[in-house]
């Protein structure tokens, strides 16, 4: 059965480009993604870990720890490391799992048959410091996914895991989030001093509430 939301993430001991790593020890407290990519010396797959390490600091600000796999075993990962810095101009320092056996492949459900046997798809979750699992995705071989929206569902899961709001349809941070149908309007004007805009009774906006 695959992974759902709300589930817990599990743990896996793997041996990654930067070492030994214990999942859960490498995300600490903070948020993580971990993603999955069919394979290594490809050029689909080489734009999105370049696009990945390119976005270190925003991974960083945001506390997320981020974490690549694929079923190819470590040589090759160091091998097409460097290529990935020569053509990206960027340097990959993340951990990319050798993940030979397809153990956390498995654990995952990153490998889906009717798509290939052998190589794990465009599989990706964003977990939450209580390691459970807040979005998972699931792209293509022929598709590179969108890293910058990968962040921008971080801000939303981050915001909202800490207000009473929701962000609407293409949200992005520092714009008008949505008041939860849970909170009355007469609550939300009290909880939310920067106003609350009425359009109907179920679509109220308040101001981003965590930025001055
Ligand atoms: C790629 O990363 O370019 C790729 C990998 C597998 C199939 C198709 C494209």
Same mark, same amino acid.
């Given at each position: !059965?695959?992974?759902? /939301?709300?589930?817990?993430?599990?743990?896996?001991?793997? !041996?990654?480009?930067?070492? *030994?790593?214990?999942?859960?020890?490498?995300?600490? %407290?903070?948020?993580?993604?971990?993603?999955?990519?069919?394979?290594?010396?490809? +050029?689909?797959?080489?734009?999105? /870990?370049?696009?990945?390490?390119?976005?270190? =600091? *925003?991974?960083?600000?945001?506390?997320?720890?981020?974490?690549?796999?694929?079923?190819? +075993? /470590?040589?090759?990962? !160091?091998?097409?490391?460097? %290529?990935?810095?020569?053509?990206?101009?960027?340097?990959?320092?993340?951990?990319?799992?050798?993940?030979?056996?397809?153990?956390?492949?498995?654990?995952?459900? =990153?490998?889906?048959?009717?798509?290939? *046997?052998?190589?794990?798809?465009?599989?990706?979750?964003?977990?939450?410091? %209580?390691?459970?699992?807040? /979005?998972?995705?699931?792209?293509?071989?022929?598709?590179?996914?969108?890293?910058?929206?990968?962040?921008?569902?971080?801000?939303?899961?981050?915001?909202?895991?800490?207000?009473?709001?929701?962000?609407?349809?293409?949200?992005?941070?520092? *714009? %008008?989030?949505?008041?939860?149908?849970?909170?009355?309007?007469?609550?939300?004007?009290?909880?939310?001093?920067?106003?609350?805009?009425?359009?109907?009774?179920?679509?109220?906006?308040?101001?981003?509430?965590?930025?001055?």
């Amino acid at each position: !059965m695959s992974l759902r /939301l709300g589930d817990i993430a599990p743990n896996f001991k793997v !041996m990654t480009t930067e070492g *030994e790593i214990d999942f859960y020890e490498y995300l600490g %407290d903070g948020w993580g993604v971990l993603f999955s990519h069919p394979a290594d010396y490809t +050029p689909v797959c080489t734009t999105e /870990l370049g696009k990945t390490a390119l976005l270190k =600091m *925003e991974f960083g600000i945001r506390n997320v720890k981020v974490l690549a796999l694929s079923v190819d +075993p /470590l040589d090759k990962h !160091m091998g097409w490391r460097n %290529d990935i810095n020569e053509t990206q101009h960027c340097t990959v320092d993340f951990p990319i799992i050798a993940d030979v056996d397809k153990v956390v492949a498995n654990l995952y459900g =990153m490998i889906h048959p009717n798509a290939s *046997e052998t190589f794990t798809v465009r599989s990706l979750f964003i977990i939450g410091p %209580d390691k459970k699992i807040k /979005l998972t995705l699931t792209y293509p071989a022929s598709t590179g996914r969108n890293f910058v929206e990968v962040l921008r569902v971080i801000d939303s899961l981050q915001l909202t895991a800490v207000y009473s709001v929701a962000t609407p349809a293409d949200w992005k941070h520092g *714009e %008008d989030v949505i008041v939860v149908p849970a909170v009355s309007t007469e609550d939300a004007m009290k909880k939310f001093d920067k106003g609350v805009k009425v359009i109907k009774p179920y679509l109220r906006y308040t101001p981003q509430p965590n930025i001055d």
